[in-house]
């Protein structure tokens, strides 16, 4: 194990965790999950349709649908359960995240986990092996934005250490803030 990255580690440890009766695994994803992943984020935030305009939605989706260019610069981790995909986080490498994020942070984005999947700690797992490559990586801090409808993402941020940094510009007509997780005290106990 001493080459491998720390998500390929922590990748190891959960893969075949279980959550309830069903096996899951966590792995990075391939280009053939890229087009799965696109639709999985469209579904997992249907639900805040509701508060969007037509055309801000229409906005959203295909931001949600940008995978594939994503993955050009960040690192798309996927759960499955039965080979069934589950859920899916994105992760970028400090020096690479992007506006709202300070660049010499880690961040994370596009957090989705299917409806159906949801409170049985798959995006938590995913989140975790994120906050571990960060950690691998020499991250001081972790960066993520998300939006004042999104309280269930906000709570679980909340819950794994994560504080409100600031409040961004609005998208969408949405109140956005920037979270942060500080590695640092972490990284200075070992």
Known sequence: MGNQSVVERTLHTL?????????????PAQQHHFAAIADLN???????????????????????????RLAQQQTFLVTLIANDLAGSIAYCPPGNSL???????????????????????????????????????????????????????CQLYESFGFCKDSEIPQRLGLKYWRYRFDLTAILSNG
């Open 15 to 27: 893969k075949g965790f279980r959550t309830g009766l069903m096996m899951v695994t966590i792995q």
């Open 99 to 153: 506006a709202p994020i300070p660049s010499d942070w880690a961040s994370v984005l596009l957090l989705a986990v299917s409806p159906c999947y949801r409170r049985q700690g798959i995006g938590r797992s995913l989140l975790y092996a994120c906050i571990q490559q960060a950690r691998e990586d020499g991250a001081q801090t972790v960066g993520l934005y998300t939006s004042e409808v999104m309280t269930g993402a």
């Open 42 to 68: 469209v579904e997992a935030y249907r639900e805040y349709a509701a508060y969007l305009t037509t055309e801000a939605w229409t906005t959203m989706q295909t931001s949600l649908r940008s995978v594939e």
